[in-house]
């Protein structure tokens, strides 16, 4: 961790911590202790206790009888957060087959054609990135200030799957081909196509992580 004088040190003490679990150095349901990392970044133990506060209202840390610990998933979560997902990326992309335009949605195509790529060459944090892409493009592109809002809320929780299980728990090359059909649909300009297919694709995952997952977040 790294900490520059010129920003508020709770907020850069947030991001280095928030990096630090979706990166998966902090492991899920690990132990972290205010003084420990106050000691290692040479500051004072309140800014690490405001950003202990902004980690858990985002739901990354969680607090049991006075001792913090890194969120651990459980197939609950899992089920809401992507029943959340595919309700609210349904409606992100049928406001952005609208307002995207050709170029903007050639470049979705283009990022489909980079993730075969990369998972040819076994390069999965790439596939990662761009997946992340794909969504969080769409999710900009909708317009809708409130949408983008709520999916702030969970969208580090949603890091936190992909880097954390994407690689361990997915080798089907599916979503691929999902993607597509999505893209396909918004290039035909038919927002209610690639509403459904987007919901389709999220529930697909979610199929596949209730049944890959079950095994061992609950371990």
């Known amino acids: 961790m790294i900490v520059k004088k010129s920003n508020p040190l709770y907020?850069?003490?947030?991001?280095?911590?928030?990096?630090?679990?979706?990166?998966?150095?902090?492991?899920?349901?690990?132990?972290?202790?205010?003084?420990?990392?106050?000691?290692?970044?040479?500051?004072?133990?309140s800014p690490v206790r405001e950003a202990f506060r902004k980690l858990e209202q985002d739901g990354l840390i969680v607090n049991q009888d006075g001792t913090t610990f890194v969120y651990k998933p459980n197939v609950e979560d899992v089920i809401e957060l992507f029943?959340?997902?595919?309700?609210?990326?349904?409606?992100?992309?049928?406001?952005?087959?609208?307002?995207?335009?050709?170029?903007?949605?050639?470049?979705?195509?283009?990022?489909?054609?980079?993730?075969?790529?990369?998972?040819?060459?076994?390069?999965?944090?790439?596939?990662?990135?761009?997946n992340t892409f794909f969504h969080e493009c769409i999710v900009k592109s909708s317009g809708n200030k409130r949408l983008l809002e709520m999916m702030g809320k969970i969208?580090?929780?949603?890091?936190?799957?992909?880097?954390?299980?994407?690689?361990?728990?997915?080798?089907?090359?599916?979503?691929?081909?999902?993607?597509?059909?999505?893209?396909?649909?918004?290039?035909?300009?038919?927002p209610v196509v690639a509403s459904e297919k987007m919901r389709e694709h999220i529930l697909n995952d979610l199929d596949q992580l209730k049944e890959r997952l079950s095994t061992h977040l609950d371990e």
């Open 83 to 130: 029943e959340v997902r595919a309700g609210l990326e349904g409606m992100a992309v049928f406001l952005a087959t609208q307002s995207m335009t050709d170029e903007q949605i050639d470049e979705l195509g283009e990022s489909i054609v980079q993730v075969k790529n990369a998972i040819k060459e076994k390069k999965m944090a790439e596939v990662v990135k761009l």
């Open 11 to 45: 907020e850069q003490i947030y991001d280095n911590i928030k990096e630090s679990i979706i990166n998966g150095e902090f492991k899920s349901g690990e132990r972290i202790v205010d003084g420990w990392i106050a000691e290692k970044l040479g500051v004072s133990r």
């Open 155 to 190: 969208n580090n929780l949603i890091l936190l799957y992909r880097n954390n299980f994407f690689a361990k728990f997915f080798g089907s090359d599916v979503f691929i081909h999902e993607h597509h059909e999505v893209v396909e649909a918004m290039k035909t300009r038919n």
